[in-house]
């Protein structure tokens, strides 16, 4: 599928459905793949926050990102006022615009209007529009050295005539910026180009705003008589006087933020320099000029470097942000603070940033939300796990190359971190496969990430949306969950973690559907193990199996386990490396009662084992690899057949030295199915393999496919094989302890770990497999269709005459599938000719 077919499923997606077009004359032997949930960069719900947030009617904030998205250029992002995130549109750096710095404007017509920094058609910027539902149109491209300017880093302002003015940093006659009005449309006026030199300054930075007696107010952050900055009023038709030059003393300096009127008919200003300290001022202002300082910045306990417009709440006071001095040390004082500040200048902090899951350095102000609550953003910080492999290199920190955070905070200073950028507390690198639990809702794990960075439990509905339910601790609860999770028979989901617990060996803990932890089992790398990769199971006798990849010291070579729901565990083999093999992976239980497995290495020829063990652990070896065509190191749990037969997976060997798949019956004879070529085909499965409702088998490698990074295939089980999809970079491949699931809808979902050396931290993906026409049978004026499907899934059958793209039309209402093959009659129109077409619905 190539990328202009994958985004455009991204879209139907968003919008609620997802289609896949299949017809009889032009059928696809490829799955189609959209991409559900993102966990991290390439921060697709965007990065670097610098905008401030603007409340829309239907009470969410909206705002903008610098970077990241899809094209890393920057988004438009709406968030509720209890934190959910969602992207609502990705620039490309193309005509629509690029990184934009400056925040939206609600127009009167009910669309939000802002200015991207860079893009559009000449690289220098654009204007556009926004609906509130995500559609978006370009409305100007600034032109390379013209007369309207070049970089607009400012949001816009609705003028009385219901048209938007703004400003541009650079370009115009002097080269100093530009002053503009644009219509709805987009036809755009140049009405004043900055100086530099006089009253006016030069390359505005920060918004305008409509003053009450109908003309705009504004700063300039350079130029003016004191070269430190300016304060100007403009009339709608473009005549600028100069209210104020700051002169780099305790007025301040280089105002970089827009100005606010206060109640008292005067407008409230930061500078980012200047100042007693030098570290920032807040000023008042008359309409006529006459400027008072209020208050000078120390960065001390009271921060520093404030580059944000002030807001006025409902008390009378002053409300705001400070950068801080630095991005990235963190230090109490360094990296930005809240604070309220009286019409008089007197200051309190509120909030000093930690550079943790709160953020750090906030550049954009505060907005006073309908709750009487303030929103706002921080450039970065929060959490992000890049997701080193297991056993190398140390967690990366809270705080480091965060992508910003939005926040909370009432007006006496209680702050709530909201989300971060792209949403720390989901976690990063889900590398386990998912479940379907009962209730129909989608369970998974991360590794990394969450409040401590040791991962997280989260929930996620069938549209991708993603709700953390829990973040582990490194204490009893363990760290860095490895394993897909599994629901009980009481509803409550079981699970493993690799490390955390006392000796650092791992735990097994059960979680309520609703995220209530209980620790059940911590790992002492004794006689019971340790670090445990693999999915627990359920026995028929209600206690859960498993498996550890240490026992018996930290150099042991593996044990099978029992726990009670209760959390008595008893260890029942410990491997040896001898003829029972070592590292075992998952375990099922088959309908004799007797629990199969798969050893990863040792066995007789050193290259891993099948074995079969009793409830009371008792162990026997099956099957020894040999290395050759039937494949080495066995690395994933073992799936039942609808012949009652295991079918596995080798990471290695076979006749290409790229893995293998087999099957093997219950008395141990072996039979080799498939050897990939690493290719097309992919190379080293070690996922485990997953049976269809269609009785074919789904399954994963780890490299290989059109782009490198792994494959999704399916196979029979006579061992022909085709390639469903191939994983991108970005996705990463699925991990040895990950899985496909087929949920209820007859789609396949899988957690990709994603690929650390980029900073890709995590995508789960929906697979909808094709479906292909078996038959079509034409009597009289109907047609009897038959087609090979997933049972659950929903289809529509349409028609058309001539296979233009709006020549289709629906026939009879959707199908939803009771069986792999599904049959429909339909009445069509009298034609000569005819196509078919299956469309698979959500």
């Given at each position: 599928?190539?990328?202009?077919q994958?985004?455009?499923?991204?879209?139907?997606?968003?919008?609620?459905?997802?289609?896949?077009?299949?017809s009889?004359?032009?059928?696809r032997?490829d799955?189609?793949?959209?991409?559900?949930?993102?966990?991290?960069?390439?921060?697709p719900?965007?990065?670097?926050?610098?905008?401030?947030?603007?409340q829309?009617?239907?009470?969410n904030?909206?705002?903008?990102?610098?970077?990241?998205?899809?094209?890393?250029?920057?988004?438009?992002y709406?968030?509720?006022?209890?934190?959910?995130?969602?992207p609502?549109?990705?620039f490309t750096?193309?005509?629509d615009?690029?990184y934009t710095?400056?925040?939206?404007?609600?127009?009167?017509?009910g669309?939000?209007?802002?200015?991207?920094?860079?893009?559009?058609?000449?690289?220098?910027?654009?204007?556009?529009?926004?609906?509130?539902?995500?559609?978006?149109?370009p409305?100007?491209?600034?032109?390379?050295?013209?007369?309207?300017?070049?970089?607009?880093?400012?949001?816009?302002?609705e003028?009385?005539?219901?048209?938007?003015?703004g400003?541009?940093?650079?370009?115009g006659?002097?080269?100093?910026g530009?002053?503009?009005?644009?219509?709805?449309?987009?036809?755009?006026?140049?009405?004043?180009a900055?100086?530099?030199?006089?009253?006016?300054g030069?390359e505005?930075?920060?918004?305008?705003?409509?003053?009450?007696d109908?003309?705009?107010?504004?700063t300039?952050?350079?130029?003016?008589?004191?070269f430190?900055?300016?304060v100007?009023?403009?009339?709608?038709?473009?005549?600028?006087?100069?209210?104020?030059s700051?002169?780099?003393?305790?007025?301040?300096?280089?105002?970089?933020?827009?100005?606010?009127?206060?109640?008292?008919?005067?407008f409230?200003?930061?500078?980012?320099?200047?100042?007693?300290?030098?570290?920032?001022?807040?000023?008042k202002i008359?309409?006529?000029?006459?400027?008072t300082?209020?208050?000078?910045?120390?960065?001390?306990?009271?921060?520093?470097?404030?580059?944000?417009p002030?807001?006025?709440?409902?008390?009378?006071?002053?409300?705001?942000?400070?950068q801080g001095?630095?991005?990235?040390?963190?230090g109490?004082?360094?990296?930005?603070?809240?604070?309220?500040?009286?019409?008089?200048?007197?200051?309190?902090?509120?909030?000093?940033?930690?550079?943790?899951?709160?953020?750090?350095?906030?550049i954009?102000?505060?907005?006073?939300?309908?709750n009487?609550?303030?929103?706002?953003?921080?450039?970065?910080?929060?959490?992000?796990?890049?997701?080193?492999?297991?056993?190398?290199?140390?967690?990366?920190l809270?705080?480091n190359?965060?992508?910003?955070?939005?926040f909370?905070?009432?007006?006496?200073?209680?702050?709530?971190s909201?989300?971060?950028?792209?949403?720390?507390s989901?976690?990063?690198?889900?590398?386990?496969?998912?479940?379907q639990?009962?209730?129909?809702?989608l369970y998974?794990?991360?590794?990394?990430?969450?409040t401590?960075?040791?991962?997280t439990?989260?929930?996620?509905?069938w549209?991708?949306t993603?709700t953390?339910?829990?973040?582990f601790?490194a204490?009893?609860?363990?760290?860095?969950p490895?394993?897909?999770?599994?629901?009980g028979?009481?509803?409550?989901?079981?699970?493993?973690?690799?490390?955390?617990?006392?000796?650092?060996?791992?735990?097994?803990?059960?979680?309520?559907?609703?995220?209530?932890?209980t620790?059940?089992h911590?790992?002492?790398?004794?006689?019971?193990?340790?670090?445990?990769?693999?999915?627990?199971?359920q026995g028929?006798?209600?206690n859960?199996?498993?498996?550890?990849?240490?026992g018996?010291?930290?150099?042991g070579?593996?044990?099978?386990?029992q726990i009670?729901?209760?959390?008595?565990?008893?260890?029942l083999?410990?491997?040896?490396?001898?003829?029972?093999?070592?590292?075992?992976?998952?375990?099922?239980?088959?309908?004799?009662?007797?629990?199969?497995?798969?050893?990863?290495?040792?066995?007789?020829?050193?290259?891993g084992?099948?074995?079969r063990?009793s409830?009371?652990?008792?162990?026997?070896?099956?099957?020894?690899?040999?290395g050759?065509?039937?494949?080495?190191?066995?690395?994933a749990?073992?799936?039942?057949?609808?012949?009652?037969?295991f079918?596995?997976?080798?990471?290695?060997?076979?006749?290409?030295?790229?893995?293998?798949?087999?099957?093997?019956?219950?008395?141990?004879?072996?039979?080799p199915l498939?050897?990939?070529?690493?290719?097309?085909?992919?190379?080293?499965?070690?996922?485990?393999?997953?049976?269809?409702?269609?009785g074919?088998l789904?399954?994963?490698?780890e490299?290989?496919?059109?782009?490198?990074?792994?494959?999704?295939?399916?196979?029979?089980?006579?061992?022909?094989?085709k390639?469903l999809?191939?994983?991108?970079?970005?996705?990463?491949?699925?991990?040895?302890?990950?899985?496909?699931?087929q949920a209820t809808?007859?789609?396949?979902?899988i957690?990709?770990?994603g690929a650390?050396?980029a900073?890709f931290?995590?995508?789960v993906?929906r697979?909808?497999?094709?479906?292909?026409?078996?038959s079509?049978?034409?009597?009289?004026s109907?047609?009897?269709?038959?087609w090979?499907?997933?049972?659950?899934?929903?289809?529509?059958?349409?028609?058309?005459?001539?296979?233009?793209?709006?020549?289709?039309?629906n026939?009879?209402?959707?199908?939803?599938?009771?069986a792999?093959?599904?049959?429909a009659t339909?009445?069509?129109?009298?034609?000569?000719?005819g196509?078919?077409?299956?469309?698979?619905?959500?």
């Open positions: 599928m190539n990328n202009k994958k985004m455009a499923c991204h879209r139907s997606l968003l919008a609620g459905v997802c289609i896949v077009v299949f009889a004359v032009a059928a032997a799955g189609t793949v959209c991409d559900l949930h993102t966990f991290a960069p390439l921060a719900d965007g990065a670097f926050p610098w905008s401030t947030l603007i829309g009617a239907d009470g904030f909206y705002g903008t990102t610098e970077a990241g998205g899809p094209s890393d250029a920057g988004t438009i709406r968030v509720t006022p209890s934190g959910v995130l969602t609502m549109y990705s750096n193309g005509i615009g690029a710095r400056s925040g939206l404007v609600l127009g009167s017509d669309n939000f209007y802002g200015a991207a920094t860079y893009g559009g058609s000449n690289g220098v910027g654009t204007v556009f529009e926004m609906t509130t539902n995500g559609v978006f149109t409305l100007y491209s600034f032109q390379t050295n013209g007369i309207d300017g070049q970089y607009p880093g400012a949001a816009l302002v003028g009385a005539d219901g048209n938007f003015y400003t541009t940093h650079w370009g006659s002097s080269g100093q530009v002053f503009f009005r644009i219509t709805p449309r987009g036809a755009l006026t140049n009405l004043h900055f100086s530099g030199m006089s009253g006016d030069g505005p930075t920060a918004p305008l705003i409509l003053g009450r109908g003309n705009f107010y504004g300039s952050s350079e130029g003016g008589r004191g430190s900055g300016t100007f009023k403009m009339t709608p038709q473009g005549t600028c006087t100069g209210l104020y700051f002169t780099n003393g305790v007025d301040g300096a280089v105002p970089e933020a827009a100005l606010v009127q206060g109640t008292d008919g005067n409230y200003g930061t500078t980012s320099g200047g100042g007693t300290y030098y570290y920032g001022a807040v000023f008359t309409p006529s000029g006459v400027l300082p209020l208050y000078s910045f120390n960065n001390g306990t009271d921060g520093g470097s404030p580059h944000a002030l807001v006025q709440g409902a008390n009378g006071n002053f409300y705001g942000t400070s001095s630095s991005t990235f040390s963190p109490t004082n360094s990296i930005g603070t809240v604070f309220e500040l009286t019409p008089g200048g007197s200051l309190t902090t509120l909030y000093r940033f930690t550079n943790g899951c709160d953020g750090a350095n906030p954009a102000g505060l907005v006073l939300g309908s009487g609550n303030f929103f706002g953003t921080a450039e970065v910080g929060g959490v992000i796990a890049w997701g080193s492999s297991i056993g190398e290199f140390g967690r990366i809270p705080g190359l965060g992508w910003g955070t939005v909370t905070m009432t007006p006496g200073g209680q702050f709530t909201l989300c971060e950028f792209p949403g720390e989901e976690g990063a690198n889900p590398g386990a496969g998912l479940i639990a009962t209730n129909g809702c998974g794990v991360t590794e990394r990430g969450g401590n960075d040791d991962g439990v989260y929930r996620m509905a549209d991708g993603v953390p339910l829990y973040s601790t204490g009893s609860d363990g760290a860095v490895l394993a897909a999770l599994t629901q028979t009481d509803g409550n989901f079981y699970g493993t973690t690799y490390e955390g617990g006392p000796s650092g060996a791992g735990a097994v803990f059960k979680i309520t559907p609703a995220g209530v932890l620790p059940l911590t790992f002492t790398n004794g006689t019971d193990g340790g670090n445990p990769m693999t999915s627990l199971i028929t006798n209600g859960f199996y498993g498996t550890t990849t240490s018996a010291g930290e150099n070579y593996g044990t099978v386990f009670t729901p209760a959390g008595v565990l008893t260890t083999h410990t491997f040896t490396n001898g003829s029972d093999g070592c590292f075992p992976t998952g375990l099922i239980q088959a309908a004799d009662g007797q629990f199969y497995g798969t050893a990863e290495d040792g066995g007789t020829n050193g290259n084992t099948v074995f063990m409830p009371g652990g008792v162990l026997n070896t099956l099957y020894s690899f040999k050759a065509a039937d494949g080495a190191a066995p690395a749990t073992l799936t039942i057949g609808t012949d009652g037969s079918y596995g997976v080798c990471s290695e060997g076979g006749t290409n030295q790229y893995g293998t798949v087999f099957r093997i019956t219950a008395s141990g004879a072996l039979t498939y050897s990939f070529t690493g290719t097309n085909d992919g190379g080293y499965p070690q996922g485990p393999l997953v049976l269809g409702t269609d074919k789904y399954g994963t490698t490299s290989g496919g059109t782009n490198g990074s792994g494959t999704v295939f399916q196979i029979t089980t006579n061992g022909v094989l390639t999809y191939s994983i991108t970079l970005q996705e990463g491949g699925p991990g040895s302890y990950s899985a496909l699931v809808n007859g789609s396949f979902y957690a990709c770990e650390s050396v900073g931290t995590g995508t993906l697979l909808i497999v094709p479906p292909a026409f078996q079509i049978t034409a009597t009289g109907s047609s009897a269709l038959a090979a499907g997933q049972t659950g899934q929903t289809y529509q059958v349409q028609y058309s005459s001539s296979l233009t793209p709006a020549g289709w039309t026939l009879g209402s959707p199908v939803t599938a009771a792999p093959i599904i049959n339909n009445a069509r129109p009298a034609s000569a000719q196509f078919y077409r299956i469309l698979v619905l959500p």
